[in-house]
């Protein structure tokens, strides 16, 4: 079936939409939030050969916009996307759904999860489930060898009203003034002390569904140990190891990063028997 664009949500100068890449008689309808530190990036960044392997293995596959950190606080994000997410399920008549998201993306679906909404499954890739590490609130060491991007230059990016969608290279220098300086959760945070409320705690993970979780060993932007506590906490998961030095390593299409897609359908194929 073709692609096809649905408007979700209209309001307050924010539009939230959806791409949707559907297959007849699906098995479940995955619906993908996209990664960027949530001050960047767009809903249809994932390279084409992964989602043709879903569909082609019966799953739909949906793409959601969400507002983007600074102009717009996390709770106002989630709130937006709650919303979406309701008219999506309503206008597709959609009944079993798979959460996927990459990064930032995973940690939205993470809160959601934990404020209510039910997958039947979740993919995380290099996502985290709480933002109370202390590697979040410091200078991160991949961030400090480039040159210091100083706040006001920063803050120059910053637009009067709210931002869906964010080229990498347009929106880069705000979030790397952030790990550069320790200043990221401010970014997006409604006030800076609330990292807890806006994280999912051990009781709450082991409530959630069946996870696949895929990170790799070195991550140098999300620490593995964050990915290894989840985890060991959500009662039926699978971590998914790679012995890389990067973050999104299926930014690029490879032989390697394909053969992860396989093993994660292989492993959602086995999940749903035994749903």
């Known amino acids: 079936m073709p692609k096809q664009t649905l408007e979700l949500f209209n309001q307050d100068g924010i539009t939230i939409q959806a791409t949707c890449h559907l297959v007849e008689n699906a098995t479940a309808a995955i619906l993908y939030l996209h990664g960027g530190g ?3 990036g767009e809903r249809d960044d994932l390279p084409e050969p992964y989602i043709t392997k879903f569909n082609q293995a019966g799953y739909s596959f949906i793409t959601l916009d969400y507002p983007l950190a600074p102009e717009t606080k996390l709770d106002q994000t989630l709130r937006i ?3 979406s997410l309701g008219t999506l399920s309503t206008e597709l008549k959609l009944t079993d759904t798979v959460a996927m998201g990459r990064s930032a993306g995973s940690y939205l679906w993470y809160l959601l999860i934990k404020d209510g909404f039910s997958p039947r499954a979740f993919l995380d890739f290099y996502g985290y489930a709480n933002v109370t590490d202390p590697s979040f609130k410091m200078p991160a060491p991949a961030y400090t060898k480039f040159p210091l991007v100083a706040p006001m230059e920063a803050r120059a990016l910053i637009q009067k009203h709210p931002v869906v969608n964010a080229d990498l290279d347009q929106r880069f220098p705000l979030y790397l003034s952030g790990r550069q300086l320790g200043t990221w959760l401010s970014s997006f945070l409604p006030r800076v002390n609330q990292a807890a409320q806006f994280s999912v705690a051990p009781a709450e993970l082991a409530a959630f569904p069946p996870t696949v979780l895929v990170h790799c060993s070195a991550d140098p932007d999300v620490p593995y140990a964050l990915a290894k506590a989840s985890a060991d906490l959500i009662p039926r998961s699978e971590l998914l ?8 390593f299926d930014r690029a299409v490879s032989e390697e990063s ?4 396989d093993q994660v359908i292989d492993w959602l194929k086995i999940e749903f028997a035994n749903l």
């Open 258 to 261: 394909l053969r992860v897609y």
């Open 81 to 83: 996307l709650n919303q």
């Open 38 to 40: 949530l001050i960047f």
């Open 241 to 248: 190891t790679l012995n890389l030095a990067e973050h999104d």
